[in-house]
């Protein structure tokens, strides 16, 4: 099929997505104001759950449109592991506990959303052992960046440079997708989601860890990129 008339065909099953993405932004904006907020801290949470579950909806809502293409199926774990995250870092973020269990399993739901969204777009597209590269060298990169004094990560020091490795595996992905597979509003789409994502990790690491780190502004920072990320690789599943 001639990909304009798919695109078009797609476009009109996908009459409803504009509103969707304009509900999910929103919420973003909400994430992004609680985030800050000492009044309503402990509603942060709920908010930032509920955030998640629409990137979801508009992951679901691309499957059914492209009629539940094996993308859709390959990539809804890893978007529920990212839902885990939210919850359990939105948790610890209301307790201003960033170093117990509840961040640690956040954490961890997160590495495991990096590993399943890379294993998905590796079943769709086959895999190259040059996508090991930058995964390999970031727990390196990140030690060199905590090495100061201004870092403060105590007993997360070892975790947080195990989670480095896989933080950059979906990025790598989306380099070795754009240049393998040509320009095109899929593999644009994993690229920007990849980077953008590892963007947020990267953030998170100063707005936590950093002894003094502007934290609101950083907040909105590490918010807005994720955010962006989990809905471009959302919507990737229309275009690839």
């Not at 997505?17 to 009044?39: D, K, N, Q």
């Amino acid at each position: 099929m001639d990909e304009g008339i798919r695109i078009g065909i797609l476009a009109r099953k996908g009459s409803k997505m504009p509103v969707f993405i304009a509900i999910y932004c929103v919420l973003i904006g909400m994430t992004c104001r609680l985030h800050s907020s000492e009044r309503h801290r402990k509603r942060y949470a709920f908010v930032k759950t509920l955030t998640s579950l629409c990137f979801i909806g508009i992951a679901v809502y691309a499957g059914v449109i492209s009629g539940g293409s094996q993308l859709f199926f390959y990539l809804l774990p890893g978007f529920w592991f990212a839902l885990a995250g939210d919850y359990l870092l939105g948790l610890a973020h209301a307790e201003r506990n960033y170093k117990g269990l509840k961040f640690l399993l956040g954490a961890a739901a997160f590495m495991f959303a990096h590993i399943a969204f890379y294993l998905a777009f590796c079943a769709e597209f086959s895999f190259n052992v040059k996508e090991l590269i930058l995964p390999a060298l970031f727990p390196a990169i990140t030690l060199i960046i905590i090495r100061g004094d201004d870092f403060s990560l105590g007993k997360m020091k070892v975790p947080g440079l195990m989670y480095s490795f896989f933080v950059a595996l979906l990025c790598s992905k989306g380099v070795s997708l754009f240049l393998s597979e040509g320009i095109s509003g899929g593999t644009a789409m994993v690229l920007a989601g990849g980077m953008l994502f590892l963007i947020s990790d990267i953030v998170l690491l100063f707005m936590y860890f950093h002894v003094s780190s502007p934290k609101k502004v950083l907040g909105v920072i590490n918010l807005a990129t994720y955010y962006l990320a989990m809905g471009f690789l959302a919507l990737s599943i229309l275009a690839l």
